[in-house]
């Protein structure tokens, strides 16, 4: 073989391997959709409603993580100090009156119960006087007690004295009874008493203004509000946006459904500049089939359908928020 043709067959040798490495190329970028790069977004909150006192920063501006968004109050914070004031006096009082009411309920008791076994001693000591007289009365006639007078007078006394022991008997049970009561019933108020507390303490701890901070390194959205408006509670006061996309969103046709999965990897590319992209991971699938935006189909005009899908990206990126990309899918073939 001469040398010519030696040259010719390794040209085309070449020429082939490149027509093959371009082929494989195109093949691997055949399946392509469209998508938009999205910033992860924070909205803002509190669980009460404020008042905004200050705002220290506008829409669009980068900050830093901990750098001051808001200055807000409690809306209502005064309203509450008092009302929380009110309810303390008005407690404090109904303890008093119920507390007065049941010492002097239980003074009553203690006034009978000392009474009542104060009668039992005169009844006694009166029984034993009457006993002592009917016997000199007999012995001043010459006559002397027989044990069938002493039985009927030990049944009496015995009679007696069980009728008085169980008057005091009574007495002394509702006594403690009382005490009891009074016990126990100062329970509610002094829980109530602590809540309040806690209530006054922690408004107090709250009449400082409250301050909004960016969670992390990013973007200032959309503030909600003005200086001196007041914002229900959990509505949102500011959104957050991080400096750049971290996610792509998607939809895929669905005549490529099976051609996604999870954890595949797809190259993103802006449409506007070709020179900016990056590798991406599917980190999610939606559930159903849905209409594609106009702006992610391929031909705007016709309605098409298919499933989203949600594409992460490295942060270290130049997209824009909601910058058109367009995503290549390796071929499976």
Known sequence: MSSRSLYLFFFLLVGLCILWLLNRQHNRHTEYFYGFAENQETEMNLEEDVQIVNILVDEGQAVSKGDTLLEVRMADLDYRLEKVAHETLDLQARERIWESDMR????????????KRQERKLKIAQWEANLAFQKEILASVGKQTSSEMATPVALERERMLAGLQAGITADSLQLI??????RIGMTP?????????????WLL??????IITAPYDGLVGNIHGRVGEHQSSFSTLVTFYEQHPTLVKGYVHESLLVQVRLHDSLDVVSLVRPELSC???????????VEIPERLRKMPEIKTYGREILVAIPPANEFLQKEKVQ???????
């Open 327 to 333: 995503l290549f899918l390796e071929s499976r073939d």
């Open 279 to 289: 590798r991406g991971q599917v980190v999610a699938l939606g559930t159903r089939v």
């Open 189 to 201: 108020f002094r829980i109530q008493r602590e809540k309040q507390v806690s209530e006054r303490d």
């Open 205 to 210: 701890v709250r009449k400082d203004n409250m």
């Open 104 to 115: 002097s309920r239980i003074q009553q008791q203690t006034e009978s119960l000392a009474q």
């Open 177 to 182: 009874e009382l005490k009891e009561e009074l």
